[in-house]
């Protein structure tokens, strides 16, 4: 796959997790379908989506709110030219629109709920925005626990 089909892949699984459907759902559903794609490309459209999932808010503000604004949005938040990636050729997106190279920035968008805003920056204080900002990556480590021998009730 180009780099350009991995961003259009991602567009439609985020269309697909709008509709309701779970992140991880959808892209296991998809890598059954795309038996063509190798671990490499499975590898980065799962960091596309999840990259876009984290920083939601931000890229629908620099971009849209359907799954190729929030690929563009966040293209535009990793300082990558959309142009490059929006071509038409291939697999890739379509050609940009006039609305969409017009599109909004950002501002001052937090990626987190409502709900969280105003606990979190009581807690957190000075930190606030250095957390939020950190929420936005990926995380330095993962980790993964064996259900079948892990106990919940721990």
Same mark, same amino acid.
């Given at each position: 796959?180009?780099?350009? $089909?991995?961003?259009?892949? !991602?567009?439609?699984?985020l269309d697909e997790i709008l509709g309701g459907v779970a &992140?991880?759902? $959808?892209?296991?559903?998809? !890598?059954r379908r795309a038996r063509f794609a190798g671990?490499?490309?499975?590898? &980065?459209?799962?960091?596309?989506?999840f990259d876009v999932l984290r920083q939601r808010q931000s890229c629908a503000a620099r971009g849209g709110p359907d799954g190729r604004g929030l690929i563009l949005g966040l293209l535009r938040?990793?300082?990558?030219?959309?142009?490059?990636?929006?071509?038409?050729?291939?697999?890739?997106?379509?050609?940009?629109?006039?609305?969409?190279?017009?599109?909004g920035e950002a501002g001052d968008v937090l990626d987190l709920p409502a709900w969280i805003v105003a606990?979190?920056?009581?807690?957190?204080?000075e930190d606030f925005d250095r957390t939020e900002r950190a929420l936005r990556e990926r995380a330095p480590v993962?980790?993964?626990v064996n259900l079948a021998k892990s106990d919940p009730a721990a």
């Open positions: 796959m180009t780099p350009a $089909a991995r961003y259009q892949t !991602a567009a439609e699984i &992140a991880e759902k $959808a892209l296991t559903n998809w !890598a671990s490499k490309d499975r590898a &980065a459209v799962r960091d596309h989506v938040g990793d300082g990558i030219d959309p142009d490059m990636v929006f071509t038409g050729d291939g697999y890739g997106p379509a050609v940009l629109s006039e609305a969409e190279r017009e599109a606990p979190m920056s009581e807690a957190l204080g993962m980790l993964r």
